[in-house]
């Protein structure tokens, strides 16, 4: 960041400002006030500084008479008694970055007016960074107007308010409308030049942060809009997937509630993204809405006779949007209530649905567990007899063997002996082999 090659502090250079060439302000003084919005993708606020340096380096303002310190910056550059001398300043706030051109004419340009700022500095060119928040073309003159035509004529339009401000004789007029060159015209003209002398710094802080703060008031319209047209037909979706739901729930099965509940999630996530956009950008409108109207209140606005106030422009353009703002997001909260107590319906039914299908699914798993049992003690009542005939077959043969061989008398008296004996072997087998097939 460029610093004073003196190091001075910002309010040395202001007073360095007035202290070389300008003693004190003296009138006709014009200033070109520009805003713009600082967007919150922007990660480092540097490049708004080098903006600045930028534009006093095109003025060819030398370091001498530049300072950028914290969130201010200044620099001057005076061009003879004759042509006069331009005062830049810039000032970072927390949504809006702001230049203020001050020209004060020298003793040859003195009939000033709106439109540029004639001078011998080089044109001004330069695409600022940011979108614009506001631009004003403020005219403080010591001309006297002595009828509302001329003011009219020199606004350069057809619609004027104007308040007498500060318990003063100062006055200021506005259209409230771009000229051709896109900027808002404000003329402010006393009766006593030093009531304009002794409160220009003030009276101009006070227009900028009216404009700015009215400005950011709207700048959330157009989103707005776009999703007043969402919401709408959201709404509309919703009450016919209502009449749906209603309809046909307790004929529906899982896979119909499924296919409800994916439809309705679709729509929770473009109803949040909705909310959480316009959150963002409503989120600060009440806030400007107190600035706007402190602002009014701290000028101690009074009207004048046949010309509307400036309160009332502003409070007829503004009265209804951060209610409209606010009633909007409840508006959408609802909406999105109504989808999640749907969704939480469905997915209590399909979880009731479910487990009344775990419950036939458990109660057929038992049912089938009880047969195999059955199952099982019949096989293992077969496999006791297969076992039985087949030990008693065997036995048989061994009998018949020793019968030949004269060790026993009648072999089939043997055999149907062993029948129980094979009985009680096959149940002491079955027994055995049953335990080390469960142990394992």
């Given at each position: ?225 776009e999703g007043l047209e969402k919401v709408h037909k959201l709404e509309q979706e919703l009450a016919g997937k209502m009449d749906e739901i209603n309809d046909q729930l307790e004929q529906s099965n899982t896979e119909q509630m499924k296919k409800w509940l994916r ?178």
């Amino acid at each position: 960041m460029f610093q004073c090659n003196r190091h001075e502090t910002i309010d040395q250079i202001h007073d360095e400002i007035h202290k070389s060439g300008v003693h004190e302000f003296s009138l006709p003084v014009k200033v070109h006030s520009f805003s713009y919005i600082i967007g919150d993708e922007t990660k480092d606020r540097s490049v708004f500084f080098e903006e600045f340096i930028s534009i006093l380096d095109t003025l060819e303002i030398s370091t001498e008479f530049r300072s950028v310190t914290g969130r201010f910056g200044q620099g001057r550059k005076d061009y003879g008694a004759k042509q006069g001398q331009i005062i830049v300043t810039f000032e970072m706030h927390s949504r809006y970055y702001e230049y203020r051109f001050w020209q004060f004419p020298g003793t040859e340009n003195r009939d000033v007016g709106f439109g540029p700022i004639q001078c011998p500095a080089p044109p001004l060119k330069f695409c600022p960074i940011a979108k614009k928040l506001s631009s004003l073309d403020i005219l403080i003159t010591g001309k006297k107007f002595h009828s509302t035509q001329d003011i009219y004529k020199q606004i350069g339009s057809s619609t004027l308010y104007g308040s007498k401000i500060l318990d003063s004789s100062i006055e200021v007029f506005t259209a409230f409308y771009p000229d051709n060159y896109d900027m808002e015209r404000y003329l402010l003209w006393a009766e006593e030049d030093k009531d304009l002398i002794n409160n220009i710094e003030f009276i101009v802080e006070n227009i900028v942060r009216m404009e700015n703060s009215y400005h950011s008031l709207l700048l959330p319209l157009p989103e707005f809009y776009e999703g007043l047209e969402k919401v709408h037909k959201l709404e509309q979706e919703l009450a016919g997937k209502m009449d749906e739901i209603n309809d046909q729930l307790e004929q529906s099965n899982t896979e119909q509630m499924k296919k409800w509940l994916r439809g309705l999630t679709s729509k929770m996530a473009e109803v949040t993204h909705v909310y959480e956009k316009l959150g963002h950008s409503i989120s600060s409108t009440p806030t400007y809405e107190k600035i706007n109207f402190k602002t009014i209140e701290q000028l101690k606005e009074k009207p004048l006779s046949n010309i509307k106030p400036l309160s009332e422009f502003l409070t007829r353009k503004t009265m209804f949007i951060s209610t409209d703002y606010s009633s909007f997001m409840k508006r959408i909260e609802s909406l999105g209530k109504g989808i999640s107590d749907i969704i939480t319906i469905l997915r209590a039914k399909v979880d009731i649905n479910q487990q009344e299908q775990n419950l036939k699914q458990l109660s057929n798993m038992e049912q089938s567990a009880k047969t195999q049992i059955k199952l099982q003690e019949m096989v293992e009542e077969i496999s006791l007899i297969i076992l039985s005939y087949y030990m008693t077959g065997l036995a048989n043969y061994i009998f018949k063997f020793l019968e030949q061989k004269g060790v026993i008398g009648d072999s089939l008296l043997f055999t149907v002996c062993f029948i129980p004996v094979a009985f009680l072997s096959s149940y002491l087998i079955t027994k055995r082999v049953k335990r080390i097939i469960l142990n394992k």
